[in-house]
């Protein structure tokens, strides 16, 4: 091979002691420390500078012991061990903070790493002043952004479950418990009645507030991907895989929030991984052997009978135990009906704010006439209909009666066709009558006992113990 070749070869391996020989002398009286360590990271040299700095009177001592018991919390074995160069680094010693390079050395002949080299470029970080200080500005910024990525990701907070009722005040109460614990938190109730809004909010007050919140759907994820969206997937994992990795939903809410919506509809499989992500705090991506530690408290939610569930044995019992620590019952709107004039007011208000028209009031006789409708779709459907009026009533200023009809389906109404004046009564009686039927009847299918008929109605049994101890001081209408 020709002598210019066979130096391009030498030099393509890496820098190598012969090369960097020459330059002791200069990094002896330059320097503010300097070292070579062999390849089992032994010091085989060390300048006069970095023996006064370490308080070393003959260098002779120190040669041939390992780095790490002469120079403390050294990097040179990494650099050893990896092959890598680590260019610019800080690194303490007692009460100085020093600025160093260091230098993998590679054999000439083999190529492979026999030593390496490090020098302090800085024994004093006054010259790094202006550098530095951008570099804490940075990582303010950094911080500063993060923080209202986290707010952007909850975007809701308690006062935005609107409401009054005696069943809301219980969801609130309960909400504050559950945002003053890390506890799991488990949000029962039917689809369209706020439960994600809860979830946001006990979030938002949590200590975990400014950090992420993360929500994932499992009735909207297909079935095969769930593992993959959950824990994340290691580069080149199955056919047509990123190269990349892709972090799941629990890497994601890292230090935040996992809020896992009808986590009723969560596959067997998949319950019992969930169970030990929980357990254990670590999740393993899909086609990985390694365990990646993560900190996320869980909100659960759905609309699924879960007790009836593992009774029937498609929910696990370990997973319902770990996720059911702090429940929440959410009430549907047919049995929080007094809210609703203070719902449309809020709704529509935010309705005028989104399509940036003025905002649409609506009268208490239009409001009496949203009482009669059972609402299966809750308050989502509450909000449909209210948009539905105001685009088929252009210019609408006030929504009536008549304004509402159009858009209210008549085939879910408890009363379709309106009574005769002299059978008309006071709404708040209308209410009570109702409400105590409904008491009664739950009573009666669970033989008396109120805990079953509080949990059959969706109601905190202290929420049905108050409403039969008020029904009781009146008489019968």
């Not at 009664?440 to 109120?450: D, F, R, V």
Request: neutral net charge; charged residues 25%; proline residues 7%.
């Amino acid at each position: 091979m020709p002598r210019e070749n066979s130096s391009m070869a030498s030099q393509s391996q890496g820098l190598t002691l012969e090369a960097i020989r020459p330059l002791f002398p200069l990094l002896e009286r330059n320097s503010a420390g300097a070292i070579l360590v062999d390849e089992a990271s032994r010091l085989i040299w060390i300048n006069a500078c970095y023996c006064r700095l370490l308080g070393i009177d003959d260098p002779a001592s120190v040669i041939g012991r390992p780095v790490g018991e002469v120079i403390p919390h050294t990097r040179m074995p990494e650099v050893v061990r990896s092959g890598r160069p680590i260019l610019l680094d800080i690194m303490e010693y007692q009460a100085r903070q020093l600025v160093v390079t260091r230098l993998p050395l590679h054999d000439p002949a083999s190529g492979r790493v026999n030593g390496a080299v490090a020098f302090i470029v800085f024994d004093d970080l006054e010259p790094l002043t202006p550098l530095i200080g951008k570099y804490r500005r940075l990582q303010h910024d950094l911080a500063v952004a993060r923080r209202a990525l986290a707010r952007r990701g909850s975007r809701y907070a308690l006062a935005d479950f609107v409401g009054a009722s005696p069943a809301v005040l219980e969801v609130k109460r309960r909400a504050r418990l559950a945002a003053a614990r890390a506890t799991p938190v488990l949000l029962l109730g039917e689809t369209g009645t706020g439960k994600e809004v809860l979830a946001q909010a006990i979030h938002g007050d949590s200590p975990r507030g400014a950090s992420p919140f993360v929500a994932v759907n499992v009735a909207a994820v297909p079935e095969n991907l769930l593992e993959a969206e959950f824990f994340g997937v290691a580069p080149g994992a199955y056919t047509g895989a990123d190269k990349r990795t892709r972090q799941g939903k629990f890497q994601l809410a890292d230090g935040g929030t996992l809020f896992l919506d009808e986590v009723g509809d969560m596959p067997l499989a998949l319950q019992a991984k969930l169970l030990r992500a929980l357990q254990e705090g670590e999740v393993e991506p899909l086609g990985s052997n390694e365990i990646k530690r993560v900190d996320v408290r869980v909100i659960a939610a759905t609309s699924r009978d879960l007790e009836a569930m593992v009774e029937e044995g498609s929910f696990r019992s370990d997973l319902y135990y770990r996720l059911n620590v702090l429940r929440i019952l959410v009430p549907p709107l047919r049995e929080r009906l007094a809210d609703l004039g203070i719902l449309c007011e809020t709704l529509l208000g935010r309705i005028a704010a989104e399509s940036g028209e003025p905002r649409a009031e609506i009268t208490s006789e239009a409001v009496a006439l949203l009482q009669r409708h059972t609402w299966p779709g809750n308050i989502r459907e509450l909000r449909n209909v209210l948009e539905q009026t105001l685009a088929l009533n252009e210019a609408c200023s006030v929504i009536d009666v008549p304004e509402l009809r159009a858009a209210l389906p008549h085939t879910t109404m408890t009363n379709p066709l309106p009574p005769p004046t002299s059978a008309v009564r006071p709404l708040a009686e209308v209410v009570l009558a109702a409400e105590r039927d409904a008491l009664h009847n739950a009573l009666a299918a669970c033989g008396g006992n109120k805990s079953r008929a509080a949990r059959m109605l969706g109601v905190p049994r202290s929420v049905l113990y108050d409403k039969l101890s008020r029904m009781s001081e009146k008489p019968d209408t």
